[in-house]
């Protein structure tokens, strides 16, 4: 069984679409996460969830949106793709915020293209 | 603002010997956690190792084994007996105790393996 999945694995879209990614983690964990892992590889947190409850919101462009119905799903829409969004995104899960204490497990990730 | 700093870009090891891949960190906290995880061309993430600030003992699984020097900030990453397995992109990662955490990557380093 799959820990963290996402879906879909890969996705390319046209600009000014609306797209959303899936994840789901069936480890019980309490916390959730979106990274975003750039062309140069450089992976950069983009929001936590711990039990339905945005804990973390970096600098992200409001067109993007998590939405979390319980604790064991966490999905990521984007309005209004730019090319600049073309990235891997990776969802997480943690047992207990702030922990961490066994890491994270990551799902296999998202390749977003926009084109 | 804790940051992890990686300043190999890549390194390359023959199959069966022993290479180590460094990294340094800044922060002003004394509770927090270090990781290396693993990404090979599969594109999962893949925790290899993790360490705990507070004990001085160095974490070691199978052949991969931390030389972790807190007054130092370095937190390196040893692989005995390399396998062609072994090839992929390597992060270090930090997280602080406590709530609000959250994990941040250094910017990787690419590991190949020689037959």
């Known amino acids: 069984d799959t820990a963290v999945s996402q879906t879909p694995k890969y996705l390319v879209t046209q600009m000014g679409n609306d797209k959303s990614i899936k994840c789901e983690q069936n480890?019980?964990?309490?916390?959730m996460y979106w990274y975003k892992q750039d062309s140069k590889k450089f992976l950069k947190i983009m929001f936590s969830y711990n039990n339905k409850e945005l804990i973390i919101n970096e600098t992200v462009p409001n067109r993007f949106s998590p939405k979390s119905p319980d604790k064991a799903h966490l999905n990521l829409h984007i309005n209004s793709l730019e090319l600049g969004d073309s990235a891997v995104y990776f969802c997480?899960?943690?047992?207990?915020f702030g922990q961490g204490i066994l890491g994270y497990t990551f799902g296999s990730g998202t390749r977003l293209t926009v084109v | 603002a804790q940051t992890v700093t990686q300043s190999q870009p890549e390194m390359s090891v023959q199959e069966a010997e022993t290479v180590t891949l460094s990294c340094t960190y800044d922060?002003?906290?004394?509770?927090?956690?270090l990781f290396w995880y693993k990404q090979p061309p599969s594109r999962q993430m893949i925790l290899v190792i993790r360490q705990e600030a507070y004990k001085q003992q160095n974490a070691t699984e199978n052949r991969f084994s931390v030389n972790f020097q807190k007054a130092a900030k370095s937190f390196s990453l040893k692989i005995s007996d390399s396998q062609l397995g072994d090839t992929a992109m390597y992060f270090c990662a930090f997280m602080i105790s406590g709530a609000n955490s959250k994990l941040t990557f250094g910017k990787g380093i690419t590991l190949s393996v020689r037959p």
């Open positions: 922060t002003s906290e004394s509770n927090y956690y």
């Open positions: 997480a899960s943690s047992q207990d």
């Open positions: 480890l019980g964990h309490d916390t």
